[in-house]
Every structure is written in C-alpha cells, then in structure tokens.
C-alpha cells in the first residue's frame, strides 16, 4: 500500500522560510506528477503548486509565486516545497497529493491519494 508522509512543518516568524517534504512508500512515485495543497481552519482547499513526473513542468499558485518552489527527488521518492518569505495568511495544513498521471492540474479531483499533512504557522 501507497502512502504518502509530510514532515517539515512547524511555527515561523513571518519573512521566515520552511522546507516541507513528502515521502512516499512504494516503486512507481516517478510514474506520478504530484501536488501540494493546503487548508486553513474555516477555508476550503486551495492549491499551492504541482510538479509533474520528470519535474520538466511545475506549478504554483498565483498567491505563492515568486515565493514558494517545488521540487522533487524521485531516487529518494520525495516531493518538496521551499517555502520563503512566509506570510501570516500562509498558516494552514499543508499536504502533498499523487495526481493519477504523469501530468497533473490545480483540482484536487486530479489527486487520488493523500498524506496526513503537516501544521505550518506564521506569526506576526
């Protein structure tokens, strides 16, 4: 079974940068674009980027770019988000998504499995 896990999150002051990672069990993550999404207390889902399988195309939301960054590392089966220049609207649950091809878009429908997240808090 598939599973994916985050880790990297943690409390930051704002202007502050955060490395998010995801790893992923099994031997076909380099058959699969993967995303980042995230999720404040009282909002919807929001896509933050994606990248796709051979990392050739990436992603991000018109409200991160310029500040966050997508990456992956398929040898080690991990997907990462460089996240710089924090804002205090950036605080949310932050989770990494397999889209169901190589290629993906920003609608988490394109998404078929989902780690358990992790807390990312900005302070002012």
């Known amino acids: 079974q598939v599973t994916l896990v985050e880790c990297g999150g943690g409390v930051v002051q704002a202007g502050g940068s955060l490395r998010l990672s995801c790893a992923a069990s099994g031997r076909t993550f380099g058959s699969y674009a993967m995303g980042w999404f995230r999720q404040a207390p009282g909002k919807e889902r929001e896509f933050v980027a994606n990248i796709a399988y051979n990392s050739i195309t990436t992603s991000v939301a018109d409200n991160v770019k310029g500040r966050f960054t997508i990456s992956r590392d398929n040898g080690k089966n991990a997907v990462y988000l460089q996240m710089n220049s924090l804002k205090s609207e950036d605080t949310a649950g932050y989770y990494c998504?397999?889209?169901?091809?190589?290629?993906?878009?920003?609608?988490?429908?394109?998404?078929?499995?989902w780690g358990q997240g992790t807390q990312v808090t900005v302070s002012s």
């Open positions: 998504a397999r889209a169901t091809s190589y290629y993906s878009d920003k609608y988490a429908r394109g998404y078929d499995l």
